[in-house]
């Protein structure tokens, strides 16, 4: 007769660590109304942005090529063509000029109050940018402070400090590779992921996870963080019917929980719906907690 084979013990961390909420944010059209090129590099070189987008838009279809590293390389010709040299630091000034939509700026701080508060200091809450805009313009923006990690596309610069060509492009599917860093702890883009963690030893589990954006281009990341457990929340610009269409076919199919005007101020129905997920949060966390205590004998 066959030994039974040993029941298969999974690990457990000793003490419970899952304490942490990490609100997740797109930037074009989430946080600011327009491409955050808009602002600053398309002004900067004189193009119209319309014209700028159908020629990129005209050429990733007729070439198939990805229309970010299109709308990157042209920005660098566009920037020889006018013989402008531009640095890091230029990129970083540029941002001065973008806007936000209401209450942006003061939403990161109320945010980690009211976890802070509703929690009462148990539970903390962490910001994270990912974008397929360029990170040289975010470590810029007058919001940088609040994110833990910017993950956006970002350019390299030769030995004059002068931008010359791609050497990270964030897609739509690649914006799911930083939230599987997020949710294992792996933040920097040179660790590995690939390795099999078990879920009870990952930092920030995708139900601690709410993710912000405002469009098809952040379905594949709404689809992970749904399907992982996590909430999703699509936001639109109240004066863009065709964006508030978009949201609404995100929430009939299934990709996100709520959706709201894109208005961050107090007692907005944004700040309720995201509020109502951090108190769905923290009540998981506390039942874990509890459990987690139990089954280590510390009832």
């Known amino acids: 007769m066959a030994d039974t084979p040993a029941p298969i013990m999974r690990p457990m961390a000793p003490r419970f660590f899952q304490n942490v909420i990490a609100l997740v944010y797109d930037f074009d059209g989430t946080l600011s109304p327009q491409p955050m090129q808009e602002y600053t590099v398309l002004p900067k070189i004189g193009v119209e942005p319309s014209v700028f987008w159908e020629q990129v838009n005209s050429e990733a279809r007729e070439t198939e090529s990805d229309q970010m590293l299109v709308y990157m390389r042209h920005i660098l010709e566009a920037l020889e063509r006018k013989q402008v ?108 992921i690939n390795e099999h963690m078990p879920e009870e030893l990952r930092p920030i589990p995708f139900q601690n996870m709410v993710y912000v954006g405002d469009g098809m281009t952040d379905v594949p990341s709404m689809a992970l963080t749904k399907k992982s457990g996590g909430h999703t929340v699509a936001v639109y610009d109240a004066r863009n019917d065709k964006g508030r269409a978009t949201c609404e076919k995100l929430l009939h199919a299934g990709r996100a929980d709520f959706i709201a005007e894109a208005n961050y101020r107090e007692g907005s129905k944004l700040s309720r719906r995201v509020e109502l997920l951090l108190d769905a949060i923290i009540a998981d966390v506390a039942y874990r907690r509890e459990a987690h205590a139990v089954r280590h004998g510390k009832e």
């Open 85 to 192: 040299d531009v640095k890091r630091v230029d990129f970083a000034r540029m941002a001065r000029a973008i806007q936000y939509f209401p209450g942006v700026e003061k939403w990161f701080g109320r945010m980690n109050a009211y976890v802070k508060r509703k929690s009462q200091g148990k539970v903390r809450l962490h910001h994270y940018l990912i974008s397929a805009g360029q990170k040289e313009i975010l470590e810029g923006v007058s919001i940088r402070r609040h994110f833990k990690r910017i993950y956006a596309s970002e350019y390299h610069f030769n030995h004059h400090g002068v931008a010359t060509f791609p050497k990270l492009l964030v897609t739509d599917t690649m914006k799911t590779q930083f939230l599987f860093r997020i949710n294992k702890g792996k933040e920097s883009i040179t660790d590995s």
